[in-house]
């Protein structure tokens, strides 16, 4: 009995701290970019729709933008089409620009809709194509070789999003935009919810990734910083503290401070929770980048 009752204590104590954290951000915009092992591992999925809810249900404004390059590619393979890459770039042509709408905009964005109804929480799936909300013109790679339909986002029009918000619905967006002539083209996600948490000044832009945070050094998750200023990390990608796959990662969490984030989040979705434990606790489990350097 001691022991329950102790256990329960250590549950209300876990809702004190998240207070004072509550209080400074209800209200506020929270841009999730949903990806890696949490969507693929079951009850990591059922953990970070948990952590949707209760953000909506305690008074923040959760928006969802979600990857599939996994799903993409097998899909494709099942069609017979051999993915193409250019240093980690997909290549993609009209037919994949068609495969990677379906799966994005419709069984991955669809799913994650349905998994938030199913916990109370009004949501609606959308892709960048919806009220014109992401448009793009041709990217190219950093060689200046051609990708396809591979989309550079030049405007975000959130018309459609504040209508969503302001009736208190999640909108769970697909990374798939639209040029001027009508094409469509296959966002990268992180770019994507970058862009999208600029434009909704967002007070916090939040990465789900398969790794601790961000690290000075890649192979010794001990080296997690756990604050990051816009300063330090320029400096980390100018001298090669930051390599390798983390490079886009930083790259898009400058950006988004750039466009207006109020802090930028890099945070392992391997691990249950890790978005209340990041929001709502004092210490934090990820890499937290801001504009200023924090004491």
């Given at each position: 009995m001691q022991y329950k009752l102790e256990t329960e204590i250590g549950k209300a104590e876990v809702l004190i701290e998240a207070i004072p954290y509550i209080r400074r951000f209800a209200g506020s915009i929270v841009v999730v970019k949903?990806?890696?092992?949490?969507?693929?591992?079951?009850?990591?999925?059922?953990?970070v729709i948990q952590d949707i809810a209760m953000m909506k249900y305690i008074g923040l404004k959760p928006v969802v933008v979600h990857g599939g390059g996994k799903e993409i590619t097998f899909l494709l393979d099942r069609l017979g089409k051999k993915s193409e890459f250019l240093d980690g770039l997909r290549v993609t042509d009209e037919e994949t620009a068609k495969v990677a709408?379906?799966?994005?905009?419709?069984?991955?964005?669809?799913?994650?809709?349905?998994?938030?109804?199913?916990?109370?929480?009004?949501?609606?799936?959308?892709?960048?194509?919806?009220?014109r909300m992401l448009l793009c013109s041709k990217k190219l790679?950093?060689?200046?070789?051609?990708?396809?339909?591979?989309?550079?986002?030049?405007?975000?029009?959130t018309s459609l999003l504040d209508t969503l918000l302001a009736n208190n619905f999640v909108p769970v967006i697909s990374p798939v935009g639209v040029d001027m002539q009508g094409n469509t083209y296959n966002i990268n996600a992180d770019y994507a919810a970058s862009a999208i948490a600029g434009s909704l000044s967002a007070q916090k832009l939040i990465f789900l990734t398969d790794v601790e945070g961000i690290l000075r050094d890649k192979d010794d998750p001990s080296t997690i910083l756990r604050t990051l200023s816009r300063e330090q990390a320029l400096s980390f990608l100018a001298d090669g503290t930051i390599k390798g796959g983390m490079i886009p990662k930083v790259q898009c969490c400058l950006d988004g401070l750039d466009k207006g984030v109020q802090s930028v989040h890099v945070l392992?979705?391997?691990?249950?929770?890790?978005?209340?434990?990041?929001?709502?606790?004092?210490?934090?489990?990820?890499?937290m980048v801001t504009k200023e350097e924090r004491t």
């Open positions: 949903y990806g890696g092992s949490a969507m693929i591992d079951e009850k990591l999925k059922k953990s709408e379906m799966v994005l905009s419709g069984s991955i964005g669809k799913a994650l809709v349905d998994e938030l109804e199913s916990v109370g929480i009004s949501s609606v799936g959308i892709s960048g194509k919806d009220g790679d950093e060689k200046g070789r051609d990708l396809g339909f591979v989309g550079q986002i030049d405007t975000v029009d392992d979705g391997r691990l249950p929770h890790t978005i209340l434990l990041e929001i709502f606790t004092a210490k934090g489990v990820g890499t």
